[in-house]
Every structure is written in structure tokens, then in C-alpha cells.
């Protein structure tokens, strides 16, 4: 049996590898195909896979950072990381076993919760859009596709209200 902090990292990065999908299927569709590959190589070790210097000696299937998997996986990491403070906050913190279920009906995402996710105000919504961009721009991505991914994130928030 799986005890509940392990139950809940593996929702939790379910969750990341979700909203990353959806990001690189509107940034980039014909990276789906090798998306799976691409997210199992960040989630061994993200810092090798974003990091030039290591990337050569600890990417195993061979993906490389040319890739926008690894930066939206990264990006999406920083994001749920964030709304799931806002839950926490807008809930209590007893909301553990339910909050990433909420965040995943926040972005849009579907879920099994019948319970309506707390809605985000506007600061809220352009703290999101900060938190995306400045973490796309720390894994290297272009200032262009950094905004583009950033407000896609926000789009899918829109869409889920």
C-alpha cells in the first residue's frame, strides 16, 4: 500500500506531466511524440536535463534540450507548486489529500472532486504568469516562446473558470 505523502507526489507530478502535455500540445505538437521519453529523463534528474553542462552525460534516451518538454515540465513544476499554495491557503491546511485535485480543475484539467476549486483573483492570475515566465527564462528558454508558454499557462487557467 502506498502511504499518503507518496500517494500525493505521484498526483502531484501525474499533475505536472498533464499540464505539461497540454502546453507542448499547443506550443509544439510534434514533440508529443517523443513527449513521454522527455518527461521520464527530466523527472530522473531535471538539473541534468535543463543544465547544458550536465545534459550530454545524464540524458539517457537521448533527448535533448532543443526540446521544449524539459523547460514546460520545469515551468509546470513551478506552477503547481503555487496554485497549490493557494489552495492550502484559501482551504486550510487539511485539504492535503484533496488539493492537487483541485489545482488540476483549476488548470482546466478535469477531476474527479465534485467540489468547486477556490477562482483566482487577477493578481493571483498575473503572480501565475510570473511565476511561468520567470522560470521559463531560468532554464534558458527565448524571451518569445518564455512569454508564449507563460500565457498559455494563463489561458488554460481562463479556460477553467
Known amino acids: 500500500m502506498i502511504k499518503g505523502s507518496q500517494r500525493a507526489d505521484d498526483e502531484q507530478r501525474s499533475l ?3 499540464l ?7 506550443l509544439d505538437p510534434d514533440e508529443l511524440a517523443v513527449f513521454d521519453d522527455a518527461a521520464e529523463d527530466y523527472f530522473r534528474d531535471p ?3 535543463l543544465n547544458p553542462r ?4 545524464a540524458v539517457g534516451s537521448g533527448v535533448e534540450l532543443a526540446l521544449v518538454t524539459p523547460v514546460v515540465l520545469a515551468v509546470a513544476g513551478q506552477v503547481v507548486e503555487y496554485l497549490s ?3 492550502v491557503e484559501a482551504l486550510g491546511d487539511n485539504v492535503r489529500p484533496r488539493l492537487l485535485r483541485f489545482v488540476r480543475r483549476m488548470l482546466g484539467l478535469g477531476g474527479e472532486d465534485a467540489a468547486e476549486p477556490p477562482s483566482l483573483d487577477s493578481a493571483q492570475v498575473e503572480h501565475v ?3 511561468a515566465l520567470a522560470r521559463a527564462r531560468d532554464v534558458g528558454l ?3 516562446r518564455a512569454r508564449l508558454l507563460a500565457e498559455s499557462v494563463v489561458g488554460g487557467l481562463r479556460r477553467a473558470a
Do not use: S
Not at 505539461?20 to 499547443?26: K, P, S
Not at 550536465?54 to 552525460?57: A, P, Q
Open 20 to 26: 505539461a502535455a497540454e502546453l507542448v500540445e499547443q
Open 54 to 57: 550536465r545534459r550530454d552525460e
Open 47 to 49: 538539473e541534468a536535463v
Open 16 to 18: 505536472v506531466k498533464d
Open 85 to 87: 499554495g493557494v489552495v
Open 129 to 131: 504568469r510570473d511565476v
Open 142 to 144: 527565448d524571451e518569445e
